[in-house]
């Protein structure tokens, strides 16, 4: 068996002197920290003295008597004194000598209150100064003493800046105040910000009443809605505002003004604020609405020309028409050679007459804006030959030369309505003719480029160039102030510009006095090759009535005028033509052979409740196949004539050639059945 041996006890030195090696090591770890905590604070003070030093604002502090006790480098530089020699000096010194009763006013009153803020121009030791900015602030110290802190602040390029803004300002205001407009300025919410001293006069209110929303105030009551509405718009759409409103005068009177305003914005397109001006515009009002009276006048005397020129018509196409078919009548009877004589030159009159009311009727139908161009391609030199087989001969007769010129190079084709063509040829050329003593008229087509330029020459009496604007106009002549009917009224010029208007073209004139005229006009040119289609628009042909009008044919005559009723009468009963005459619609409806006719002439305007065109429809309801009628009418107003345009019968004016009438019976036309 193993005996253990016990461990010695350590004895009490080696314990006491184990305890001091680890105190020591301790006490070396805490002296290592107080170090690095000593290392820690003096950088934390340099750090605070670098920061009070070298502040963007001066640290000054004072005693109770003023007397600079501390400052930072910062605020002895503003002074523009070394920190050492700013130490025990006063303060008030370095305070401009015109401020120097505020300054004291303000230290006593830190002194008394503990906290003021104030700004003060201050000396620098250079002799120059500068604005600063001075918190100062009342402070008891922890042994109990007192000092006065101030926080410096250098306020020279704010206060330069605000002194040129005010500069500005007041150069904006002496300018806008010179202006003749008023002006203003204004916010993007409508609330005004500036009213130059026009302004102010006119409205006679302040500024306090002006600014903001007052602005609004010298409106008349009816506009200031419709201002603010055109206000919100141009905000809202970010466009120039613009209304003319009535403004009230400082004495009640309202005048016209316009009012505008431009937004001004920032780089990404948002409204900073607008600025904007009133321009007196009454005068221009006054003379607008002068204008606006006279052409009011204007207007209305030309609807009274048109309604007397309607009225004339309608009044003497009744007795016209009459006539022309009593001479008619007259030539199919057995009359003796010199009545023959006398009832052809009647005819002339009545022909020439009619010519004259035809060209009225011409006006009317372009004014209403039923004359639509039914366009077809061909070759002008049909025309050519239409030309010379319709007025060489006149030419002759007046012993005047007829010359045409047409290329032969080149083929002239064209698309246009043919008829309206040869009726402004048939006018210019037979003006031509007309005023021209000597010498001749030449008619020449020549191509200019993709176009064509149609031309009239003569050698006759011309047009001086005072009258050349006017030769245009309705019933304007040059030289027929005795109104010589032969001369005709005035409308062919018109008449042929109307209908080149239709053709897309116009019609120029160039003239000398003595020496002739050209009147001239251009189409354009058809460059490919296209099928011509052929016009066959020739005259009725003299025995239609005839073929038409036979015995045993029927034909309902609905016609209130006595004359015109007995003259179409005697003349169809002429032809052994059974008529059935009517003066109202009302007792052609009730009888009972109405329906039995062959063909209807129907009077537009008759003494009953119901027209002609409404007669028909009535009629057309109870018969199952389509009505053959002819409309006639005296109406020629443009009016008249647009509110028929799609009557489903055709329409003629009168007096009406007895040969046409026949023809249109004839020839097809739209069932006026609902389909």
């Not at 300054?103 to 604005?131: A, I, P």
């Not at 009225?360 to 061909?378: E, H, M, R």
Request: net charge negative; glycine share 6%.
């Amino acid at each position: 068996m193993t005996q253990l041996t016990p461990k010695p006890m350590p004895c009490q030195a080696d314990i006491l002197l184990q305890d001091l090696q680890t105190y020591r090591l301790e006490l070396e770890m805490q002296n290592e920290q107080l170090r690095q905590s000593q290392l820690e604070l003096a950088k934390s003070l340099d750090r605070y003295v670098d920061f009070y030093d070298f502040a963007p604002v001066g640290y000054i502090t004072l005693d109770n008597s003023g007397i600079i006790i501390e400052a930072n480098l910062t605020g002895a530089a503003m002074l523009g004194v070394e920190r050492h020699n700013l130490i025990h000096r006063r303060f008030a010194p370095f305070v401009i000598r015109d401020d120097n009763d505020r300054w004291h006013s303000h230290f006593m009153s830190v002194l008394k209150n503990g906290k003021q803020s104030c700004e003060f121009t201050l000396n620098r030791g250079n002799g120059s100064h500068f604005h600063a900015k001075l918190d100062t602030l009342y402070l008891k110290n922890n042994d109990g003493s007192t000092v006065v802190r101030m926080v410096l602040t250098d306020i020279s390029e704010s206060v330069r800046a605000k002194q040129a803004l005010q500069e500005s300002e007041q150069q904006f205001r002496t300018l806008t105040d010179a202006m003749p407009q008023m002006v203003w300025m204004a916010q993007p919410d409508g609330w005004n910000t500036y009213f130059n001293q026009q302004w102010l006069d006119y409205t006679g209110l302040s500024l306090n009443e002006s600014y903001g929303h007052g602005w609004i105030r010298p409106f008349h009551p009816d506009d200031q809605q419709r201002a603010w509405d055109a206000w919100q718009h141009a905000t809202q759409t970010n466009s120039i505002y613009s209304i003319e409103c009535r403004l009230r005068r400082a004495d009640g009177i309202y005048r016209w003004w316009l009012v505008r305003g431009v937004p001004r914005q920032d780089k990404h397109g948002k409204i900073i604020n607008w600025f904007g001006t009133c321009t007196d515009i009454t005068e221009q009002k006054k003379t607008e609405g002068q204008l606006l009276d006279s052409l009011r006048k204007l207007e209305e005397k030309e609807r009274s020309k048109t309604r007397f020129l309607a009225a004339a018509g309608h009044d003497l196409r009744q007795p016209v028409a009459a006539a022309n078919l009593f001479v008619y009548a007259l030539k199919h009877t057995q009359p003796t050679p010199q009545q023959s004589e006398l009832i052809e030159k009647l005819g002339q009159s009545m022909n020439a007459f009619s010519d004259l009311l035809k060209q009225l009727l011409d006006i009317s139908k372009f004014d209403a804006g039923v004359v639509k161009p039914q366009n077809a391609t061909f070759n002008l030199t049909e025309l050519c030959e239409w030309l010379e087989q319709t007025f060489a001969q006149t030419a002759i007769n007046h012993q005047l030369k007829f010359h045409l010129y047409f290329s032969t190079i080149r083929s002239l084709l064209v698309h246009t309505d043919i008829g309206l063509l040869r009726s402004v040829l048939m006018n210019l050329v037979s003006n031509a003719i007309k005023f021209t003593e000597h010498g001749g008229i030449l008619i020449s087509a020549r191509p200019r480029g993709g176009r064509v330029l149609i031309q009239v020459w003569d050698t006759g009496i011309g047009i001086a160039q005072t009258h050349l604007p006017l030769v245009f106009d309705e019933f304007y002549q040059i030289a027929n102030q005795q109104r010589n009917r032969e001369s005709g009224l005035g409308l062919g010029l018109s008449i042929c510009q109307r209908a080149m208007s239709l053709l897309g073209g116009k019609i120029t004139c160039h003239s000398r006095s003595g020496r002739g005229s050209v009147f001239e006009f251009s189409l354009p040119l058809i460059e490919e090759k296209r099928q011509i289609e052929r016009n066959n628009s020739d005259e009725p042909s003299t025995d239609m009535a005839s073929v038409l009008f036979t015995r045993g044919t029927r034909v309902v005559l609905l016609e209130d005028d006595n004359l015109v009723a007995a003259g179409m009468i005697s003349l169809l009963r002429g032809f052994d033509t059974e008529v059935l005459h009517f003066c109202n619609a009302e007792d052609a409806l009730q009888h009972d052979d109405t329906l039995n006719a062959d063909y209807f002439i129907v009077d537009y305007a008759l003494s009953g409740e119901l027209n002609g065109i409404e007669f028909m429809a009535s009629l057309q309801q109870r018969c199952k196949t389509p009505l053959r009628a002819v409309i006639v009418t005296g109406e020629t107003s443009s009016e008249f004539i647009s509110s028929v345009a799609n009557c489903p019968w055709p329409l003629l004016h009168k007096p009406v050639d007895f040969e046409k009438l026949a023809l249109t019976l004839r020839a097809p036309f739209s069932s006026p059945l609902p389909p």
